[in-house]
């Protein structure tokens, strides 16, 4: 099983930056791919970005230029940079670990971006 911890999240003007980071724990080898989605309320669970066991990295349209998905493999953690922050990325971000059989998330991080 893996562990998810997110942390990084809080309140921001718009145009600033925030970093999450998603720190694992558990059978970390198992995982194929990890990556951070978010909900805003009233909406349903959409994909930020994703980063594979080999690097490769995918984002959503909404989020490509401003947001970065990174990994430090030393510190098992998966960070999200997220620069340029509008109000429409106000929302819980979680993190996601995808194994052959499994998934695991994480309880969620607050961000809240204001106008």
């Known amino acids: 099983q893996v562990q998810l911890v997110e942390s990084g999240g809080g309140l921001v003007q718009s145009g600033g930056a925030l970093r999450l980071s998603c720190a694992a724990s558990?059978?970390?080898?198992?995982?194929?791919?990890m990556g951070w989605y978010r909900q805003a309320p009233g909406k349903q669970r959409e994909l930020v970005a994703t980063?594979?066991?080999?690097?490769?990295?995918n984002y959503a349209d909404s989020v490509k230029g401003r947001f970065t998905i990174s990994r430090d493999n030393a510190e098992n953690t998966v960070y999200l940079q997220m620069n340029s922050l509008k109000p429409e990325d106000t929302a819980v971000y979680y993190c996601?670990?995808?194994?052959?059989?499994?998934?695991?998330w994480g309880q969620g991080t607050q961000v809240t971006v204001s106008s």
């Open positions: 996601n670990a995808n194994m052959i059989l499994r998934t695991s």
């Open positions: 558990g059978s970390i080898s198992s995982i194929a791919v």
């Open positions: 980063i594979a066991r080999g690097g490769s990295t």
